[in-house]
């Protein structure tokens, strides 16, 4: 009636935006949790991608259902926050990452278990939050690392706790990344980042006509073409000593029996509590080492072992001469390439993948930094977050790591690659019901995003 424009913008998009204008931020990986949402962004190709989400529900349920279980109440998170601060003994809970996806739903049900079982609540809220908090900024270190961007932002409503605005802080500073957080105000749902969000639309003629605006549930992050945005080219620069620093360990250079190797050595986190820390250390340098051997028993390549040091969770390995399957595919962009093309490499990936899960062998971390091409062999490293399990929903979730890796920072070659990777994998056992999870997993819809105007 008054002949003024109206703009649907996504939700979460918003929290992005007015987290960069009032830190001033410019391409970050963001972490933004909150009551219904918990995702790792980051910009590529015209959009911001999803490398990470929750698999069930989203932290800041997570907090509120077990607050309202125990009897603390509503909104749970500040409530756990005070109750964590009169403890300092970890209940050993849960602890659910998945390459760059997490699950809170089984860490719920364990803590209010522990609870009911006599455990004191700080106690519990102490360990549910060191818990929790620690597999989002896990997450979160994965994605710098793979995204190599500068910046990390935390937003959303769960972002007003301090003890996790401590722990993103002391990782960003370990990977010599920016770290930045909005003013409290603008953490939670406001209505400054839905009216910046509808500014940046119209101002790039991005204007829906009142008929065509309504409400979308199931509004992804990803859908959303975002003109406004351009890639920094700052990028995370190393210490001349460190190969390679991945999410969880540093790479070093070194000889054994004067033969070039390499050293990975899973350094301590200062941002995890030591029970967390050193258990989580150990457990994956020795869940790696036996699945290194196991995989090559299933036909796979892998680096050879030399020696394991288990007091500082290190392995030494061989060093391999080959490119990272991220170079290949950073360089793939033009899809006429002589080189290895996408479908002959991805194909190649899918059928050594099937290789993997019908040995029950689940890698844990499938992304393009985790794989090196070397004489037309693609051979696979890093299996800290591996498993043996022959379950269909674990060999579902591998494939939708990979997937969601790809759509990342790989996207303009990602869906020809998944579908040459399925293509690959079709000697799998239970091929079909484990493609059909895949799909599954996707359309749950607990991590799903909605729209203001």
Known sequence: MLKIPIVGVNHC???VEIGKLTTGAVDPVTLYVSGGNTQIIAFDSGRYRVFGETLDIAIGNCLDQFSRSVGLGHPGGPKIEEMAKKSENYIKLPYTVKGMDLSFSGLLTSAIRKF???????????S????????????????????????????????????????????????????YMPPIKYCGDNGAMIAWMGQLMYKN?????????????????????????????KRLKLPPEIVEKGAEANIYPGLWMDQKVLIKKRIPKGYRIEEIDSYLRKKRTKVESKLLGESKRCGIKTPIIYDINKHESAIIMERLEGTPVKEIFESLKDLDTSYLTVQNLCEKIGENVAKLHNCRIIHGDLTSSNMILQNNDV????????????????????????????????HQISEKCFKSILKGYH???DYEKIVAKVMEIESRGRYICNVGS
């Open 427 to 429: 000697d799998a056992d």
């Open 116 to 126: 009911e079982s006599g455990e004191s609540i700080e106690d519990v809220c102490y």
């Open 379 to 410: 051979f696979f490293i890093d299996f800290g977050l591996g498993m043996i399990s022959d379950l269909v929903e674990d060999k579902g979730v591998d494939l939708l790591v990979f997937k969601k890796a790809i759509s990342g920072i790989h």
């Open 205 to 233: 003629n991005l204007v829906t006509g009142v008929g065509n605006t309504g409400i979308m549930q199931k509004y992804r992050t990803d859908q959303v073409d975002v003109p406004w945005m351009k890639s920094s080219e």
């Open 128 to 179: 549910l939050q060191e818990t929790s908090f620690s597999m989002l900024v896990e997450i979160t270190e994965r994605a710098i690392s793979h995204a190599k961007k500068k910046e990390i932002l935390l937003c959303g409503g769960v972002a007003a706790n301090n003890r996790l605005r401590e722990m993103l802080a002391v990782m960003s500073e370990e990977h010599y990344a920016d770290f």
């Open 13 to 15: 998009i918003g929290h």
